[in-house]
């Protein structure tokens, strides 16, 4: 399968400083690629879907301002943090698909944020 | 509404013994339908995915699942549980001209020698 890399893949930050995750597909061109929030022990949360050269969508509930999504090319999106707090502590996934019919989403290997 | 779900949050199974993993859905449009493996501090694997045609899927590492529409299950099965596949497992449902995925709470898998 195609490969989707995550990076970092933990990242321990001050609180009120900002932080950038990066998801990269690696051989394939991802026209959508999509921002996870995992809290302990609980499913994947949807935080926004963006598509390339477009504003993010978010979901209802997800503060765009704080959580910045960049997709500034076909193999690159990046989710930054801003004003990091404790709260936002949590696993961040990003998976990333190709346009067309029955086209499945790849995962990236996930960053744990730490926020002190 | 849209939802998955996953009665079991927690199953425990001997080494060599079957598996069978519950996922009810809830959607609106035809679904398409996906198992996901998560293993610690990693991201998600797919095992396999049911979009049409045959409800039966085979997926990988020897899991299988069967689309059951009448039932509005996606239940996942293997035949003979390794210790390697001990992990979180997540059943999800898309659809058609959507590219979300909705995800059920997960089961943890843990196999005992």
């Known amino acids: 399968g195609a490969v989707v890399s995550q990076h970092p893949s933990w990242v321990i930050c001050k609180s009120g400083t900002s932080v950038k995750i990066e998801c990269r597909s690696l051989?394939?061109?991802?026209?959508?690629m999509f921002w996870y929030r995992q809290f302990p022990k609980q499913s994947l949360m949807l935080m926004a879907t963006?598509?390339?050269?477009?504003?993010?969508?978010?979901e209802q509930g997800v503060e765009k301002d704080k959580f910045l999504i960049n997709h500034a090319s076909l193999t690159l999106s990046t989710l930054t943090v801003t004003s990091a707090h404790p709260e936002d502590s949590s696993f961040y996934i990003c998976?990333?698909?190709?346009?067309?019919?029955?086209?499945?989403?790849?995962f990236g290997q996930g960053t744990r944020l730490t926020v002190v | 509404a849209q939802s998955v779900t996953q009665p079991d949050i927690h199953i425990t199974v001997s080494e060599g013994a079957s598996l069978e993993l519950r996922c009810n859905y809830s959607y609106g449009a035809t679904p398409y339908l996906f198992w996901y493996v998560q293993s610690p501090g990693q991201g998600l694997q797919l095992l396999l995915k049911y979009f049409s045609g045959d409800t039966l899927v085979q997926g990988i590492k020897g899991f299988e699942a069967e689309f059951k529409r009448s039932q509005s299950s996606f239940n996942l099965r293997k035949p003979s549980v390794h210790w390697s596949d001990a992990a979180e497992y997540f059943c999800a449902v898309g659809g058609v001209g959507t590219d979300k995925l909705i995800f059920g709470t997960g089961t943890r898998l843990q196999v005992f020698p």
């Open positions: 998976s990333a698909r190709t346009t067309g019919e029955n086209t499945e989403a790849f």
């Open positions: 963006s598509n390339e050269g477009s504003k993010a969508t978010y």
């Open positions: 051989d394939f061109q991802a026209t959508t």
